[in-house]
């Protein structure tokens, strides 16, 4: 099946300090992937989609000046937490969608931990 | 209302059990069914996929989609402690690929 890696897995930081976390499709081309932040026994909320060559498109209520999100290539896309805050400290996973042909099935990395101090 | 509602349980049951997961939704657009295992601390993994309406059968799991009702199940036979886990319904709709939504979980403890 489609692989899809994170890194770094787990990442604690000073306030203030930025955070910048890979997202990989390890086997397959993907020309869209989606960034999700959860929250301690919360669902995934969607953050923002980014699209191969463009902006991402960020979803209402999402700061994308602290967001960064770029996808230079079509199998890396990366998610820069500039000036993290304690607030900031979730579970930020990726996902994307699958190869041409699986059309809307959508394939998650392993999740990042991002803890503030 | 959200979106999609599920039940956060916890539901435990022994093993052996069946297992019955739900959601609804409010969104008629939604069209792509999705059921996820979510172990702790770790990526959702994709268990089965149902376009429309109707029911879909793999290995020990079964899901089912109404679309009249709004309403989607995922089945679990002979459920084992390693089914023991979160499962979150997720959905989409529309034309083109787009993010899905979430339910917000249902967490699930099988007994040995």
């Known amino acids: 099946g489609a692989v899809v890696s994170q890194h770094p897995s787990r990442v604690i930081c000073k306030s203030g300090t930025s955070v910048k976390i890979e997202c990989r499709s390890l086997?397959?081309?993907?020309?869209?992937m989606f960034w999700y932040r959860q929250f301690p026994k919360q669902s995934l909320m969607l953050m923002a989609t980014s699209n191969e060559g463009s902006k991402a498109t960020y979803e209402q209520g999402v700061e994308k000046d602290k967001f960064l999100i770029n996808h230079a290539s079509l199998t890396l896309s990366t998610l820069t937490v500039t000036s993290a805050h304690p607030e900031d400290s979730s579970f930020y996973i990726c996902s994307a969608l699958g190869p041409a042909g699986s059309y809307n099935e959508q394939f998650f990395g392993p999740g990042t931990r991002l803890t503030v101090l | 209302q959200k979106e999609v509602e599920q039940d956060p349980g916890p539901l435990s049951v022994p093993e052996g059990a069946i297992v019955s997961l739900n959601c609804t939704y409010s969104?008629?657009?939604?069209?792509?069914f999705m059921w996820y295992r979510q172990y702790s601390r770790k990526g959702p993994e994709l268990l089965m996929y149902?376009?429309?309406?109707g029911n879909k059968e793999d290995g020990r799991f079964t899901a089912q989609v109404d679309k009249s009702s709004k309403y989607i199940s995922l089945f679990i036979r002979d459920s084992q402690p390693s089914d023991s886990a979160t499962y979150l319904c997720?959905?989409?709709?529309?034309?083109?690929?787009?993010?899905?939504?979430f339910g917000s979980g249902t967490r699930l403890q099988v007994q040995p």
């Open positions: 969104n008629s657009a939604f069209q792509y």
């Open positions: 149902t376009y429309s309406s």
């Open positions: 086997d397959f081309q993907a020309t869209t």
């Open positions: 997720a959905m989409s709709g529309g034309t083109g690929r787009r993010a899905l939504t």
